[in-house]
Antibody, heavy 121, light 108 residues
Framework: QVQLHESGPGLVKPSQTLSLTCTVT??????????WSWIRQPAGKGLEWIGR???????NYNPSLKSRVTMSVDRSNNQFSLKLTSVTAADTAVYYC?????????????WGQGALVIVSS | EIVLTQSPATLSLSPGERATLSCRAS??????LGWYQQKPGQAPRLLIY???NRATGTPARFSGSGSGTDFTLTISSLEPEDFAVYYC??????????FGPGTKVEIK
C-alpha cells in the first residue's frame, strides 16, 4: 500500500522559506512510471498544483510560483521536499504531496494527509 | 493556461437523489479530465479519470461523461457518504495541471 506523509514546520514567518518533506512508503521514488507532486489548498478554497518531481530529479513548476519554488529528492530515504521562498500570508494553506501515476496517467492516485502551514509573524 | 469552471458552486440534494455536476474548460481538452471527491479534513480522492473511467474502488453510482470543453459527473443515487466537495482536474496542458474551483454537494 502506497502511503505519503508530509512533515515540516507548521508556522513560518513572512519573507522566510517554507520547507516541507514528503516521506513515501510502499513505492520507490526511483520507479520511472511515477511522478511526485506538491499541491496546496488555502482554507476553504480550491486546489493549486505547485510542481512535479521526476525520478531523474528534474522538475516542472507552476508558472505562477516558479520563481520561488524548488523541489528535490532524497532517494536514500525515499523522500522528496518542497522549498518555497519569500512567503507571505497568501501562502498559508494545507500542503499535500501526491503521486502522479502512469495509470491513470497524470492524475493523482495517492495523497498524503496534508500539512497545514501558516505564514505569520 | 487552461481554466476550469465548475457549476453549480453548491448543490443541495437529499439522499437517494441524482446529482449532476458540471465542469467546463476554457478550451478543448479532449477527454483529459478527472474528478476528485474531498471530504472535510481529508485529502482529495480520485474518482474518475479521462472523463469516464472509474478509478480503482470508485462505486458504480459515479459516472463521468463529456469531451472537448464540457464534462459531467453524475452520482446516480446519493448515499450519505457522497456529501462532499468535488473537483475536476485537466491533464491536457501537461506538464501543467489545473483544478476547477469545486462543487459542494450538501444535504438538503
Amino acid at each position: 500500500q502506497v502511503q505519503l506523509h508530509e512533515s515540516g514546520p507548521g508556522l513560518v514567518k513572512p519573507s522566510q522559506t517554507l520547507s516541507l518533506t514528503c516521506t513515501v512508503t510502499g513505492a520507490s521514488l526511483r520507479r520511472s512510471e511515477d511522478f511526485w507532486s506538491w499541491i496546496r489548498q488555502p482554507a476553504g478554497k480550491g486546489l493549486e498544483w505547485i510542481g512535479r518531481l521526476y525520478p531523474s530529479g528534474s522538475t516542472n513548476y507552476n508558472p505562477s510560483l516558479k520563481s520561488r519554488v524548488t523541489m528535490s529528492v532524497d532517494r536514500s530515504n525515499n523522500q522528496f521536499s518542497l522549498k518555497l521562498t519569500s512567503v507571505t500570508a497568501a501562502d498559508t494553506a494545507v500542503y499535500y504531496c501526491a503521486r502522479e501515476s502512469s495509470l491513470p496517467p497524470n492524475f493523482f492516485d495517492y495523497w498524503g494527509q496534508g500539512a497545514l502551514v501558516i505564514v505569520s509573524s | 493556461e487552461i481554466v476550469l469552471t465548475q457549476s453549480p458552486a453548491t448543490l443541495s440534494l437529499s439522499p437517494g437523489e441524482r446529482a449532476t455536476l458540471s465542469c467546463r474548460a476554457s478550451q478543448s481538452i479532449s477527454n483529459y479530465l478527472g474528478w476528485y471527491q474531498q471530504k472535510p479534513g481529508q485529502a482529495p480522492r480520485l474518482l474518475i479519470y479521462d472523463a469516464s473511467n472509474r478509478a480503482t474502488g470508485t462505486p458504480a453510482r459515479f459516472s463521468g461523461s463529456g469531451s472537448g470543453t464540457d464534462f459531467t459527473l453524475t452520482i446516480s443515487s446519493l448515499e450519505p457518504e457522497d456529501f462532499a466537495v468535488y473537483y475536476c482536474q485537466q491533464r491536457s496542458n501537461w506538464p501543467h495541471l489545473t483544478f476547477g474551483p469545486g462543487t459542494k454537494v450538501e444535504i438538503k
